[in-house]
């Protein structure tokens, strides 16, 4: 009777060991910071031109190691080239006076989308940047 009692209980156990729900929760912890970096690393730009695009170098080293980073840097990197795009097309379009507001909005933007997708993403979750084209999807 004994012996069907502790059988019992080690199979009751075998797949719940605590030490992988710690393993667990710490990939979770650390995936979820590095999706902060990856959307907070675009400010790089600010201060070095092109230092924005460090957030495409982050995802490409660690979209392996974190399955979870690979949906945030897709988001990046597309919203990094619709930006690109949005202003070239505002650039022409100053000729017009339409350029003017349209590059201060993507200048709001490039601003507010990064912080909101970095906040978002300490909390564990997926923020995809409005007005976004889908290269990578």
């Known amino acids: 009777l004994t012996e ?10 075998a797949g719940s060991s605590p030490s992988s729900s710690i393993e667990d929760g710490f990939e979770e ?9 990856l ?3 675009m400010f790089a ?7 924005g695009f460090i957030a495409l ?20 990197a597309n919203w990094l080239i619709s930006s690109v795009i949005y202003g070239v097309v ?4 100053i000729f017009l ?13 490039n601003i ?10 300490n909390q564990g979750e997926v923020w995809r940047y409005p007005l976004t084209i889908q290269f990578f999807s």
């Open 57 to 76: 170098i982050i995802w490409q080293i660690k979209k392996d190691e974190l399955p979870s980073l690979d949906e945030h840097g897709r988001l990046v």
């Open 90 to 93: 505002g650039f022409f379009l």
């Open 4 to 13: 069907g009692v502790m059988a019992m209980n080690e199979e009751s156990t």
């Open 112 to 121: 507010v989308f990064p912080l909101i997708g970095g906040l978002k993403a």
């Open 97 to 109: 006076v339409i350029g003017i507001p349209m590059l201060a909005a993507l200048g709001i933007c």
């Open 29 to 37: 912890k650390t995936a979820r910071e590095w999706a902060m970096i």
């Open 39 to 41: 959307h907070f690393s």
């Open 45 to 51: 730009g600010y201060l070095v031109p092109i230092a």
